[in-house]
């Protein structure tokens, strides 16, 4: 497939792109991307509110949720892998598209653009690296303009996210030789040639370039802006999560990983001026936008962008009376997960009464993704990426792998106090570690953490209940499906990168 550009120019990025244009744009395979029109470029970023505005276009590419987009495939790719969500029927009068909404639940992990959705957060992901890459190369070494370092630190924060969820997607968990696994291609500059095919770096060489950028750009930020922009803060929370994805598993701890990753936590608790929302205002917390709320620490906003996640979660009652296929949302909170949440558990409010025709037993559909719901399956919703309730839960994991139960049982009762179970004591070791695991699942329920959470510490995803078209299953953490399959395309167009064994 020959290509002139992905993008006319990083001004175009998404500030005067259509819709269409940014969809046709997606199809570019990694190694066929040509230069950047150097005119336009140039003529953006000389000056300091160049690079701010296609900062801006970078964190938009990441909030294009529709079925090719980035938000809505990196959601289905991290929360249906695990066992939080139930399928009760397909997800679309397509064929298609109801064979790749349900290939990560299913664990089948096609490599096939038709059949998966790897194809689409492949190049969703690099198409945001290309754009965060053309302004990160126009920053010179010896810059001092303040509006200018805040852009490079943000776009720094933006790659390691990206890079983040690639290889925990692509690679396999840390504690598995890292050194030697199979990691993602990992492109700090805008390819330029056709010749250019860049292999899979490590997956341990993938996270040292994470927190890379993520260490510089938290001493080059400037400015805290509202929580949709990254910040000091934000980075020190994705250095928190990193490192715990590195501290190992419970009964073979990395200590000086899970110290990492409870230090920047720390951080973020006591510095960085984020609350816990408290009673109705927690209850509340996903009626409303990221901008103002208090523990949020990043979000991926959605304020002008929408979301079609609520297109398979969410659909009010009676919105599409009489349709066989859009009556309420097709993927409801599993049997299992609703299971757990206790009489007082303020969580439950989080589960509101979505009830599909004659299905007398999956009633509840997942709201924290309702903000603004539309009439045509669509929300302003933010993607609360970051949040505070994570670093306690993050702090209490690291804290009780390197052996401070008194810690770690303090953390975790901030959070089980919030949700309204009140504390608990006399745990420490396994029994405190599978409580804290417990925790992460409920308060970070369809936030795209279930499965990763069983896989990195060595343990099963258990399935234990039957859905459409799929039984009970379990995945353990060595099985080759833990990994999805790198797009057929990209394999054809680059002989450098390697399939993952299935």
């Not at 029109?37 to 140039?42: H, T």
């Not at 089948?108 to 198409?127: L, Q, V």
């Not at 069983?454 to 299953?473: A, E, I, T, W």
């Not at 999805?484 to 002989?495: K, M, Q, S, T, Y």
Request: net charge neutral; charged share 15%; proline share 4%.
């Amino acid at each position: 497939m020959k290509s002139t550009s992905l993008y006319t120019s990083s001004v175009l990025l998404m500030a005067t792109l259509t819709a269409s244009t940014l969809l046709s744009s997606c199809n570019k395979q990694l190694d066929k991307l040509a230069p950047h029109n150097v005119l336009f470029e140039d003529q953006e970023f000389s000056t300091p509110a160049g690079f701010t505005k296609t900062t801006i276009a970078n964190y938009q590419s990441m909030a294009t949720s529709s079925a090719t987009g980035y938000d809505y495939n990196w959601f289905n790719l991290s929360e249906f892998r695990g066992n939080n969500v139930k399928p009760i029927d397909i997800t679309s009068t397509s064929s298609f598209t109801a064979s790749q909404d349900i290939d990560a639940f299913n664990f089948t992990n096609s490599s096939s653009k038709d059949f998966g959705r790897s194809n689409s957060f492949w190049i969703a992901s690099y198409k945001t690296l290309l754009g965060i890459n053309t302004v990160l190369g126009h920053v010179s070494a010896n810059e001092t303009d303040s509006a200018i370092l805040q852009a490079k630190a943000e776009n720094l924060f933006l790659r390691a996210v990206v890079y983040f969820n690639l290889v925990r997607l692509y690679g396999r968990p840390y504690y598995q030789s890292p050194a030697t696994s199979p990691g993602v291609p990992l492109i700090l500059v805008p390819i330029a040639a056709e010749s250019d095919k860049p292999a899979r770096a490590s997956v341990e060489d993938t996270y040292k370039q994470i927190i890379s950028d993520l260490t510089t750009a938290a001493k080059l930020f400037t400015q805290k802006k509202v929580n949709s922009y990254a910040g000091k803060y934000a980075a020190y929370a994705m250095l928190s999560r990193v490192y715990l994805y590195m501290s190992g598993a419970f009964t073979q701890p990395n200590a000086a990983n899970a110290q990492l990753a409870a230090q920047y936590a720390d951080s973020v608790i006591l510095n960085g001026g984020y609350s816990l929302l408290q009673g109705a205002a927690y209850t509340a917390y996903y009626n409303n936008s990221n901008q103002a709320n208090t523990e949020t620490v990043w979000a991926l906003n959605h304020d002008a962008t929408v979301t079609n996640v609520p297109t398979i979660l969410y659909q009010p009652t009676g919105q599409y009376t009489g349709s066989n296929s859009y009556s309420t949302g097709q993927i409801k909170p599993s049997p299992d997960l609703l299971a757990l949440l206790g009489a007082n558990d303020l969580r439950k409010n989080f589960y509101v009464r979505d009830k599909y025709p004659g299905n007398n037993t999956d009633t509840l559909s997942c709201y924290k993704y309702g903000y603004k719901y539309t009439a045509v399956y669509t929300s302003n919703a933010p993607m609360h990426y970051l949040r505070l309730a994570e670093m306690y839960l993050n702090r209490a994991e690291a804290r009780v792998k390197g052996g401070d139960n008194t810690g770690a049982l303090t953390d975790l009762n901030v959070i089980r106090t919030r949700a309204g179970i009140g504390a608990v004591s006399g745990l420490s070791g396994a029994a405190l570690f599978t409580e804290i695991m417990l925790q992460r699942r409920l308060e970070l329920a369809f936030e795209g953490h279930n499965s990763y959470d069983y896989f990195r510490n060595g343990q099963p995803m258990v399935r234990s209940y039957s859905s459409f078209g799929s039984g009970p299953l379990t995945v353990n953490p060595t099985d080759g499906k833990v990994v999805l399959r790198i797009p057929d395309g990209v394999l054809i167009e680059n002989g450098n990168i390697k399939q993952n064994d299935q």
